[in-house]
């Protein structure tokens, strides 16, 4: 069975940066693509950022200019880099890999930023 693993969340005040990880216990390159989701209160999951296995890399309206995806192969890690991070990016943060219909979630890190 697939695992994801977050981690880097935490408490930051608006302006400030988190670079959160997710550790897959695969091959990162078995996968079509491996991206972040978030999750406010009240509020569906939606898409923050993803990179495919070839290496693009694309980004959801709200965070494009201040989060980076990146990913070290070596370690099957793939990296969420937040900058400029404000009170509206307070969720929690999902990863997930998805294979052709497949998909697999990690169990997200809390990101809360205050004023």
């Known amino acids: 069975q697939v695992q994801l693993v977050e981690s880097g969340g935490g408490l930051v005040q608006a302006g400030g940066s988190l670079k959160l990880s997710c550790a897959v216990s695969?091959?990162?390159?078995?996968?079509?693509?491996v991206g972040w989701y978030r999750q406010a209160p009240g509020k569906e999951r939606s898409f923050v950022a993803s990179?495919?296995?070839?290496?693009?890399?694309d980004y959801g309206d709200s965070v494009l200019g201040r989060f980076t995806i990146s990913r070290n192969g070596a370690k099957n890690t793939v990296y969420l880099q937040m900058n400029s991070l404000k009170p509206d990016d307070t969720a929690v943060y999902y990863c997930?890999?998805?294979?052709?219909?497949?998909?697999?979630w990690g169990q997200g890190t809390q990101v809360t930023v205050t004023q």
């Open positions: 695969e091959n990162i390159f078995n996968f079509n693509a």
């Open positions: 990179i495919n296995v070839g290496g693009r890399t």
């Open positions: 997930r890999a998805n294979i052709l219909s497949r998909q697999y």
